[in-house]
């Protein structure tokens, strides 16, 4: 029973680049949650999707990112002209409703040049 | 001033003493309450979770609410060199469990 894969684990960007990370859910969740951790810092959220549907996306930045879970295939979070500060663990979470807790995977670790 | 506050530690005990870590929260509107356990490089791994006040046991572990002073606790009895970690946690209003907001984490080394 696999839990929530989240791939690349690292990625390494030159400022400008664009970054991508995926999130598959566990087996049976339909509900997908982005969350970024700074270091020193707690998570934060950033999104949340259900399959094609933004739900609520208050904590993302207004430029450079989007995100989105289409109906096949894993959810994408996406940073467009990455900058240094954009280089945090991103994680990923899923559950199989908004009564159920959420599970998370093991982040992708960014790092921008 | 912060939604959740949170201990950084770190948390130092010898192996088989009883941990309290404990968040404060602001939002009265908090109403799910969550640990999880964050070991160094990997993802948060969900140890319990409460809705409004009261306790709740799971072996080792027993979670305490308070709201009524914004209060939350974890209890870890008999720790063991494998509880080192970071502990995070987390609360979310009453729609359900979805924006999260968490504490910055206590960080814990329990020594053999």
């Known amino acids: 029973n696999a839990g929530v894969m989240q791939n690349p684990r690292h990625l390494v960007r030159r400022r400008g680049q664009e970054a991508r990370l995926r999130c598959s859910p566990m087996?049976?969740?339909?509900?997908v949650y982005w969350y970024r951790q700074l270091p020193e810092e707690g998570l934060k959220f950033m999104v949340y999707?259900?399959?094609?549907?933004?739900?609520?996306e208050s904590g993302m930045p207004k430029e450079r990112f989007s995100a989105e879970f289409p109906k096949e295939g894993p959810s994408i979070l996406r940073i467009q002209q990455v900058v240094r500060g954009d280089s945090a663990a991103y994680f990923c979470a899923s559950s199989p409703g908004t009564n159920q807790p959420q599970h998370f995977g093991d982040g992708t670790r960014l790092s921008i040049l | 001033q912060k939604e959740v506050e949170q201990d950084p530690g770190p948390l130092s005990v010898p192996e088989g003493a009883i941990v309290s870590l404990n968040c404060t929260y602001s939002n009265s509107a908090f109403q799910y309450f969550m640990w999880y356990r964050q070991y160094s490089r990997k993802g948060p791994e969900l140890l319990m979770y409460t809705y409004s006040s009261g306790n709740k046991e799971d072996g080792r572990f027993t979670a305490q609410v308070d709201k009524s002073s914004k209060y939350i606790s974890l209890f870890i009895r008999d720790s063991q060199p494998s509880d080192s970690a970071t502990y995070l946690c987390a609360m979310s209003v009453n729609t359900g469990f979805q924006k999260l907001v968490f504490g910055t984490g206590t960080r814990l080394l329990v020594s053999p």
């Open positions: 087996k049976g969740h339909s509900h």
């Open positions: 999707l259900q399959k094609e549907n933004i739900i609520d």
